[in-house]
């Protein structure tokens, strides 16, 4: 009976060790608990910086490419196309072969008990009784045919792994769009700045020129006035000038991915390219390029093997 029970100890201390359930003495306490930090605590996230600006006046592709390496909706994108991915390899895992081994031992009572001795000597004999019940064994399943079950959950997650690339590459497109419109925002800002400046300018020469003939007797003060009054607004025209700048290039900033607050600075390139296509043929390369398009298609598919998976 002592034997036996030394017999079991040993067994599974022999199978605690390779799960890592049991260390040996010679590893340090530091490393058992960094073992069992990373099992129990999660990973801390990985935190990348955004692509840094830099302090002269960047192009309208630098801010492009500022703009796909820090923007997070982009990213999002770019994970979920992993996350397709990985759904793709678990629906492909169906077809594959399920192998599962197991051990069990039964005992509920002593009575009868009989001195087993094996044929092999390597493996020292034990007592087994009426009562008590030792099985081991390793089960390999693979499905032949589920009637397209497995299949279809397959072509579905296929296509979603598609659908997941066509909407990452709508995504990027969508924030090129956005970083052209608020580039050219910020140019648009800036002209109107100095257009005020300019008006503000020549208000005050009519301003004083209205003083000077008011002073000779040429005009009287109602034309002084006037001339004033003229000031003040030119002087809002341009105050709603630089705020219109300062919020161009927040809004360029958001979209690159940096502080709103950056004192980002803009090349003024206003160069016109020539453009000959037509709208029709505008429409017509809409429609052959656009992800849209293809989204719906393979959306629609997706339902279609959905159904057929359900018959």
């Known amino acids: 009976m002592r034997r036996r029970s030394i017999i079991a100890i040993v067994c599974c201390v022999a199978l605690m060790l390779p799960c890592g ?4 003495e010679t590893r340090s306490r530091e490393h058992r608990e960094n073992m069992l930090r990373n099992r129990i605590l999660p990973p801390k996230p990985h935190v990348t910086q ?10 309208l592709q630098e801010a492009v490419e500022i703009a796909l390496k820090n923007n997070h909706t982009l ?22 072969p399920v192998v599962s ?39 390999l399943m693979m499905t032949i045919w589920d009637f397209g079950r497995s299949l279809g959950t397959y072509k579905q997650a296929m296509l979603g792994q598609e659908i997941s690339g ?9 924030v090129i769009l956005n970083v ?7 140019l648009r800002a800036r002209r109107g700045r100095i257009i005020a400046e300019e008006s503000l300018a020549q ?3 009519h301003l004083k020129t209205a003083i000077s003939f008011e002073k000779y007797g040429v005009v009287d003060m109602n034309d002084v006035l006037r001339a004033k009054v003229q000031v003040a607004e030119v002087k809002q025209m341009v105050i709603k000038a630089e ?6 290039v927040s809004r360029l900033n958001s979209v690159l991915g940096v502080n709103v607050n950056s004192p980002t600075k803009v090349i003024d390139d206003t160069r016109i390219i020539p453009f000959s296509l037509s709208l029709k043929d505008c429409l017509r390369l809409a429609i052959e390029h656009r992800p849209e398009f293809e989204i719906v298609q393979k959306s629609i598919r997706i339902e279609e093997e959905g159904i057929s998976t359900v018959r």
């Open 203 to 205: 208000a005050n020469e």
């Open 166 to 174: 066509l909407v990452y590459d709508r995504t990027r497109q969508r």
């Open 50 to 59: 955004p692509a840094p600006i830099p302090k002269r006046p960047i192009s």
């Open 101 to 139: 081994a197991g051990y069990a031992y039964h005992r509920s009572d002593r009575q009868n008990a009989a001195l087993i001795a094996p044929d092999d000597p390597r493996v020292p004999p034990f007592i087994m009784s009426s009562e008590e019940f030792r099985t081991a064994e390793v089960k």
């Open 21 to 24: 359930c049991i260390t040996a």
């Open 180 to 186: 052209v419109m608020a580039y050219f925002d910020v």
């Open 75 to 96: 990213r999002e994108a770019l994970e979920d196309t992993g996350i397709a991915g990985d759904e793709k390899d678990m629906a492909r895992a169906l077809f594959l």
């Open 243 to 248: 705020n219109a700048v300062e919020l161009a």
